[in-house]
């Protein structure tokens, strides 16, 4: 999940919620929507491949 922050920047949240705190996990924060796209692209590629 994507979001735009106040200062113009994209952070990618989790998907899940965090059953401790309640909130989804910062995955990483890019400078453009394209930079995060990317890295979603490549989280979701390591979560399917590893092992």
């Given at each position: 999940m994507i979001r735009k922050l106040k200062?113009?920047?994209y952070r990618i949240y989790s998907r899940k919620i965090d059953e401790k705190?309640?909130?989804r996990r910062n995955l990483g924060t890019f400078?453009?929507?394209e930079q995060a796209q990317k890295h979603e692209r490549?989280?979701?590629y390591f979560k399917r491949h590893r092992g």
């Open positions: 200062n113009g920047q705190t309640g909130k400078a453009t929507r490549d989280i979701q």
